[in-house]
């Protein structure tokens, strides 16, 4: 059976929010930034008025102000946005069980089951923007599809507050012409490599040999064919259902930059500490670490290797992450942002080879106490004595600073 | 049209929801909610905000009171 799929994206939805309680500041330009104190001065976020000055996402607040110079800029308030996006999710509720949020701005809802109960596609999703609108006063754009691939394509094509439709009969027409970059999962580089061989719209990519592109770009190749071919059958998981955790990690862009191993140290313990703290909380060992280290010029790289046995100890994970960064980083720029991740995760309690000269039997307990310590007189009851060198670096807390994670397609 | 925040006297249910029977005008008069005839989720895109509306007769005037998470206002 065919079945019936919506892609909800709020538009502008930072800048949406902040305007809802700011009607003065409806039409005038307006971007939300990170806060440039601690070095997070980009652009989140920005209204139409300012979107047609050409004001970027992702660009630093001076770059922006170059552009407009009476750019008002206002600091996100992140609860503030998480509370909408559940009263949204809480509105899609109404209408089916399957809602799998991508970001915080944007899910999927499977309808086919309420078809009889509330109309065919564009009515329930006409109903939905007008409750988002009279509700919550924002304004989302719809598209109705197949399958997942076109109902998020139909939701970028006609925005803001508008529906379009993509079926089996219309897609060659609608979806063909468009740019292959619009297509989920090609980026600059796999954009590229298309183009190399003549392959400049989704159309073009559809029409051609899938096995002809899985010799080029592998499974991945076959994958996008189908994409562009409206075969994609992905479901659209149900409230609740948790995707499988791959991997588990932590980043941040320092305070200042990073001068030498001693600053990295700091960063790279209060990272592992995180890390291995969420590994913890959902019964999960690592066994692999990757670091990611950006200089001040913005060039990055990552860099894994293999533990010698699984872990969700700081001391394991700070350790190996060290390890890679010394033997990868010359010290030619100060570094900007350090991220850690572990990674090929297995479950604690699966068995595992001891090791005959290991003593440190004592560590887990101590880091489990260290967890029921911080849980009930906070994180920064108890610290590592080293954190004390420079408050001002560590003084955050990743583990529940960060409320948005970022999320991938194939779970 | 501006937001007007205003002290209000409510009964709360044992169910947890609330119902407004007299705002405090900031220069003190008391204004009894004559009838409350509609509840609903909405957005205030006149006076900006969003919360609980409840349409309220208020000396033969309808206005709407907003509660956004436990601070009352009006469109005025």
């Known amino acids: ?411 | 049209m501006s937001k007007r925040y205003v002290e209000i006297i409510a009964e709360h249910n044992l169910e947890g929801k609330a119902r407004p029977l007299s705002l405090k005008w900031s220069d003190g008069r008391v204004f009894d909610i004559d009838r409350i005839i509609d509840i609903r989720q909405a957005a205030s895109l006149k006076a900006g905000g969003q919360g609980v509306r409840y349409t309220c007769r208020i000396c033969g005037k309808e206005v709407y009171l907003f509660c956004d998470e436990g601070r009352w206002f009006l469109e005025t």
């Open chain 1, 1 to 411: 059976m065919r079945r019936t799929i919506l892609h909800v994206d709020l538009n502008n939805y930072y800048a949406s929010v902040e305007c809802l309680y700011r009607p003065e500041l409806r039409s005038l330009p307006l971007a939300v930034c990170g806060d440039a104190e601690a070095r997070h001065g980009i652009v989140l976020a920005k209204n139409y008025p300012a979107k047609n000055l050409g004001i970027k996402t992702g660009e630093a607040i001076w770059q922006a102000r170059q552009k407009c110079p009476d750019l008002m800029t206002i600091s996100a308030d992140f609860g503030k946005y998480l509370r909408f996006s559940r009263m949204a999710r809480k509105i899609y509720s109404e209408y089916t069980d399957q809602i799998e949020p991508f970001g915080i701005d944007e899910a999927w809802l499977d309808v086919t089951g309420s078809l009889d109960l509330f109309g065919d596609g564009s009515s329930i999703a006409y109903e939905i923007r007008r409750r988002l609108k009279t509700e919550l006063g924002l304004s989302g754009s719809v598209g109705v599809s197949y399958n997942k691939i076109f109902a998020k394509l139909g939701s970028d094509m006609k925005k803001p507050d508008a529906t379009t439709i993509i079926n089996a009969d219309n897609f060659r027409e609608v979806v063909w012409p468009l740019p292959v970059g619009e297509l989920l999962y090609v980026g600059r580089s796999t954009r590229q490599k298309l183009q190399s061989r003549a392959i400049y719209t989704i159309g073009d990519l559809a029409k051609r040999d899938a096995v002809a592109l899985r010799l080029f770009l592998g499974v991945w190749g076959e994958t996008l064919w189908g994409f562009a071919n409206g075969l994609d059958s992905t479901p659209v998981r149900q409230i609740g259902e948790e995707s499988i955790v791959k991997s588990v990690g932590n980043s941040t862009t320092a305070i200042r930059d990073l001068a030498n191993i001693e600053d990295v140290k700091l960063i790279i313990y209060v990272l592992a500490e995180s890390v291995a703290a969420r590994l913890r909380r959902h019964g999960l060992k690592c066994t692999k670490i990757a670091i990611s280290v950006r200089n001040t010029e913005l060039f990055s790289f990552e860099r894994q290797g293999k533990l010698s046995g699984p872990t969700f100890l700081s001391d394991d994970i700070a350790a190996k992450a060290l390890e890679l960064f010394q033997a990868n980083y010359k010290w030619d720029k100060p570094i900007r942002s350090l991220g850690v991740r572990g990674a090929d995760l297995v479950t604690e309690g699966q068995h595992l080879q001891l090791d005959l000269f290991d003593q440190r039997e004592d560590i887990e307990p101590l880091e489990r106490t260290i967890d029921s310590l911080r849980g009930r007189f906070g994180h920064y009851s108890i610290q590592r004595c080293v954190m004390l060198l420079d408050r001002k670096l560590t003084g955050f807390n990743p583990k529940e600073d960060h409320v948005i994670h970022p999320i991938s397609y194939f779970k």
